[in-house]
């Protein structure tokens, strides 16, 4: 992971300082709360913060986030007792009608341009390699499952961009030693890594924007080929 500041970072900080603050003023007798009780009900709206940080930060991959958002709505109007069904008779439904979705959406990124890459893995792997010498865009979706992007033989005119949400899951980007490649963006339990090396004197910008939630993702340079052996043997 770089050093970049991101905005999901950002915004996760202030959270914490918030409730920080919160802590404060209740223990100081400032203000009375119920913390225990408020915790116990209200939870659920940290999920659809994090979903829809998610969004904001990458929208290409928005399949994962919306997933998310919607849980911690469902979550919440049920601790609130808005419904008056029990979520969680309903939990393995829900999760087969997911798989199905993924399965669906899956089988539509195939069809696609060289230039604009989608790949969404739920409980499998999948692979994408892009050549176009216009390369613009991806957006890769993790569940539970992996994804890996070539993009060694691709090139890039000034800029490009890649989306990535991974939930338990990984996703690893191959990129040329010719790019210079910019991370950024959500961790939660989890984290990327950037092993790329800057090339010297800049080249194209690949930025990549990361939400990793108890997952990695990482974006690394292919092997590097085996250089020829020279002997110093004379020739006879």
Same mark, same amino acid.
């Given at each position: ?18 409730? !920080? ?13 119920? *913390? ?5 009900? *209200?939870?659920?709206? *940290? ?52 798989? !199905? ?29 892009? /050549? ?7 957006? &890769? ?6 994804? +890996? &992007?070539? *993009?060694? +033989? ?6 490009? /961009? ?9 996703? +690893? ?44 993702? +990482? #974006? ?14 004379? #020739?006879?």
């Amino acid at each position: 992971m770089d050093g970049r500041r991101s905005l999901g970072q950002v915004l996760l900080g202030v959270l914490v300082v918030l409730a !920080g603050v919160v802590l404060l003023l209740e223990r100081t007798g400032v203000v009375e709360i119920d *913390l225990g009780m408020v915790a116990s009900t *209200l939870w659920p709206l *940290l999920v659809v913060l994090a979903g829809l940080t998610s969004l904001l930060l990458v929208p290409r991959a928005w399949f994962g986030p919306v997933v998310i958002t919607a849980a911690g709505v469902v979550l919440l109007l049920d601790r609130l007792d808005v419904l008056d069904v029990d979520v969680w008779d309903y939990l393995w439904p829900i999760a087969v009608i997911l798989v !199905g979705l993924g399965i669906t959406f899956g089988a539509a990124s195939r069809e696609q341009q060289d230039d604009r890459i989608t790949a969404l893995a739920f409980w499998w792997g999948t692979e994408r390699r892009s /050549r176009s010498p216009h390369f613009r865009s991806a957006s &890769l979706t993790a569940i539970m499952g992996g994804v +890996e &992007l070539d *993009l060694r +033989e691709a090139d890039i005119q000034g800029t490009a /961009r890649i989306d990535v949400f991974t939930f338990w899951g990984g996703v +690893e980007i191959k990129v040329p030693r010719t790019w210079e490649v910019r991370t950024s963006g959500l961790p939660l339990l989890g984290g990327w890594e950037n092993k790329t090396q800057p090339p010297v004197g800049g080249g194209p910008v690949l930025d990549v924007r990361i939400v990793a939630i108890m997952a990695g993702a +990482e #974006v690394r340079h292919g092997k590097k080929q085996a250089e020829p052996v020279v002997t110093d043997a004379p #020739v006879v």
